[in-house]
């Protein structure tokens, strides 16, 4: 099999990557970053499949992921967050491949007091989420079959720039933060989110073909907000930094963000036979491994 994933440079390729590596798989596995397959240019696109032999599965992993940037260049956000996915599934159509296409919490509005499921509705409030909510849905129209969707939130990674190195770089810069505590849901780390992966795509459920198109959602277990993961990443890491915290409004961006995107998980778990597990456990994870 010929498994091809987009997005090598990013937080969830180079987690997929490093677990590939570590292990032998019977598939072929061809990582690809912008360089090689730009999904901000449709022709790009085009170019990069006619000339390389069919895939049977298609990993995208990349995305357009500077939430507040996005405000300001929605047209690009687009093109790489929604036509470019209606592109891939136009092409995982014509080459009978499975398309496996990672999506984000911020579709919902985040006014709910549960967490969200799959059916709920979707209503996002900033220009990411609306992008990624045109490329979800433009996806299972081009691929009403052999396609899955999966919703992660709040990705952090030992790779490039997200919440968890952040706080690890302030918090020794300097003596007191300021984090917000009315955003509530449940962190991901990207190794976790990873393996999910290479088991659902060694799975019988996704490789049978002509299955509907169904999402799923896939972050760690537990129940959070910033300011309580703070505490914890320097309560691990031993760093001394008095954390305060703030609401939303005290600290105003340019994209809004929803308030409670916590996400159930059973439908993943139950199909793909996963243990999710919970995030105090893969943050420790993650500091055993950087
Ligand atoms: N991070 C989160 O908290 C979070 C939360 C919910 C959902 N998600 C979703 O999870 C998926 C993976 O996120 P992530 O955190 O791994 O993202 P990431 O670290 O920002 O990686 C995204 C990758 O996409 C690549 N990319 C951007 N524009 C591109 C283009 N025009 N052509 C080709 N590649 C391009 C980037 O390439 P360069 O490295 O060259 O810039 C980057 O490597 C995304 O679908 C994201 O929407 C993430």
Known sequence: ??????????????????????????????????????????????HYFDNN???????????????DKAEQEAELANQINHLAVKQLASIANKQQAKLMHISTDYVFDGESDKPYKETDKTNPINVYGKTKLAGEKALQETMPTDAIIIRTSWMYSEYGNNFVSTMLRL?????????????????????????????????????????????YHYSNEGEINWYE?????FKIAKVDCKVNPITTQQYPTPAKRPKNTLMNKDKIAEIFNLKIINWKKSLGGYFQSI
Do not use: W
């Open 1 to 46: 099999m010929r498994i091809l994933v987009t997005g090598k440079n990013g937080q969830l390729g180079r987690s997929l990557h490093k677990l590939v590596s570590e292990k032998k798989y019977d598939n072929e596995f061809i990582f690809v970053g912008r360089e090689e397959l730009d999904l901000s240019s449709e022709s790009g696109i085009n």
């Open 171 to 215: 918090g020794k810069e300097r003596d007191e933060l300021n984090v917000v505590s009315d955003q509530i849901g449940s962190p991901t780390y990207a190794t976790d989110l990873a393996s999910a992966i290479l088991e659902i795509i060694k799975s019988k459920e996704f490789r049978e073909e002509n299955q509907t198109t169904q999402i």
């Open 229 to 233: 993961f703070a505490k914890e990443i």
């Open 53 to 67: 032999d069919k895939f049977d599965i298609i990993i995208n992993c990349a995305a357009y992921t500077q939430v």
